[in-house]
């Protein structure tokens, strides 16, 4: 039988132990932005942290921790732009969450990556809160996908003013996530959770820098390549996913301009891929796109006919925005060479470039930026 352990006894022995009683809170931001982490573990023989504070650190293990004679282990990171970066812990193998820190990402995933750190600058980030801007809504929608032979969903943005002015329409962003892989990867959350897709709407609204609009974050996640099903057959079904189901969906429960000129398609990492494959096979549907992180889908050319005469894309589609972390080094490389491509073949794009990895401080500055340029 399982027995309650005594309290008291319990607390005793934990006072006893300096170690623990004493255990110092982290993390620490420094005067120059670096960062320190600690966590005391005595009896662990080998300690890692990782996060995104790091792109050679943005996967496991992460940075070896150095044990003090308490056993307390700790590591500085270099000076950080500001920000909010996602950290954590691996002791002995195994993944921990900082138990110091009490912020945490709204979803717990099976990673380190679940601790949240803020890197306050010199002024506002565009996601920050402010208790004077006006708030838009967030509704949640679910809906059976024939396409995708299952419930799918999404998050749906409507500015502060949209409940007011109950006969205007407004333009539409169809905002894409990354890849995802079960409980290990994105989802239609995350441009909540993670991406604070509607803070930084409501502080480019209320701020006049972006125009009053809906945001439908996307259910995204469709079959990834395999070797029964190609790249291009993975990204053909999301466009009818795209095309057939959450367009028509958000357009008949919504009070959305259904103009091409009021209908834009963005997105990060393999959500950035699934917008070029979809954008450059419709460009009759979107007047601008917005790809971050990724390079151009590997089926480029081939696959899109409409790409080959660059003056008549151009004309289609006024705005193509393609950005990427300077520290990338995953999607960097690849995203460099779609540069070269883009501009080889005369097709009009506007560049973002932010200091970071492959990481949300890059995605949410990516976005800030793109519906700003959204007319």
């Not at 407004?170 to 803070?199: C, I, K, Q």
Request: glycine content about 8%.
């Amino acid at each position: 039988m399982f027995r309650a352990p005594n309290s008291t006894m319990f607390l005793a022995a934990l006072a006893a132990l300096p170690a623990f009683s004493q255990a110092p809170r982290t993390p620490t931001v420094n005067p120059d932005r670096s960062v320190t982490f600690t966590l005391t573990a005595p009896f662990a023989d080998k300690v890692f942290v990782g996060g995104e504070f790091d792109d050679k650190l943005n996967r496991p293990p992460g940075a070896a921790m150095t044990k003090d004679a308490r056993g307390v282990w700790s590591y500085t990171s270099q000076p950080l732009e500001p920000g909010i970066y996602y950290y954590g812990f691996t002791v002995d193998g195994l993944f921990s969450i900082d138990p110091t820190n009490s912020r945490y990402r709204p979803f717990i995933r099976q990673t380190p990556l679940n601790n949240v750190l803020k890197v306050r600058g010199d002024s506002p980030s565009p996601w920050d809160i402010s208790r004077d801007t006006p708030r838009g809504s967030v509704q949640f929608e679910e809906f059976w996908s024939p396409t995708l032979n299952r419930f799918a969903n999404a998050y749906v943005y409507t500015p502060p003013n949209y409940s007011k002015e109950t006969a205007r329409q407004y333009p539409v962003l169809y905002l894409l996530h990354g890849a995802s892989t079960g409980e290990l990867g994105d989802t239609s959350r995350e441009w909540m959770a993670a991406g604070f897709a509607n803070r930084i709407l409501d502080n480019a609204i209320a701020a006049g820098k972006a125009r009053e609009m809906i945001v439908a974050m996307v259910d995204s996640q469709t079959p990834g390549a395999t070797a029964t099903l190609p790249l291009l057959a993975s990204y053909e079904l999301f466009e009818k996913y795209l095309l057939e189901e959450v367009i028509p969906l958000v357009e008949s429960r919504y009070r959305v301009d259904t103009a091409k000129s009021s209908r834009w398609l963005a997105g990060l990492s393999r959500g950035g891929g699934q917008t070029f494959h979809t954008g450059f096979r419709h460009p009759e549907m979107f007047s601008a796109l917005g790809a971050f992180s990724i390079p151009l889908p590997g089926t480029f050319p081939d696959a899109y006919p409409m790409a080959a005469d660059a003056s008549s894309l151009n004309g289609q589609v006024p705005l193509i925005y393609y950005s990427c972390g300077t520290e990338d080094s995953d999607q960097r490389p690849g995203y460099e060479r779609s540069i070269g491509t883009l501009t080889q073949r005369g097709i009009r794009f506007e560049q973002g470039s932010f200091p970071g990895g492959h990481i949300w401080n890059v995605f949410r500055q990516s976005l800030a930026e793109f519906v700003t340029r959204l007319k």
